[in-house]
């Protein structure tokens, strides 16, 4: 097992974090047009939005980490775990698992009650998910539009 540390993300991680997560999801299996800077505004937009929980691991470096928002729900507190990713060359290597269970017992410190995610459903990270506890939703749809611009 890898030997690392992990903490939680600070305002001064952002930039390293954004660097990882354009490397990440600009390969495959994703494949998507990410840059340092639009990675950067996504994760920034995540770390001041209000109920933020992030962790980090590292390694000589930021090698993974996971973040989201906490919401207030009717039973209790949920997290939206809106991205987790570890660099390309350490996955399936358990440290993503235990990044994850990190997150999670931060989450239970937090008085969270449960975790909902997006993710493509034929990937590895799908995979990964199932096998950490999650399930498909039968009764809730994941539902997407595109918005036509005015040129």
Known sequence: MLIMKIRKIEL?????????????????PWNESWNKESA???????????????????????????????EPFYFGNMFYLREMCIVNDLQQQGLGKKLYLALERELSLAKIHSIYLTTH??????????????KASEKMGFYAKCIAHDK
Request: charged residues 20%; hydrophobic residues 40%.
């Open 121 to 134: 459903r034929e990937t590895l990270a799908s995979n990964f998910y199932v096998n950490n506890g999650f």
């Open 12 to 28: 001064d991680d952002i930039s390293l974090c954004a660097q990882l997560f354009s490397q990440v999801f600009s390969s495959s």
């Open 40 to 70: 950067g505004k996504r994760l920034l937009h995540f770390y001041e939005s209000k109920g933020f929980i992030g962790i980090l691991a590292e390694r000589d470096g930021i090698v993974g980490f996971a973040l989201g928002n906490s």
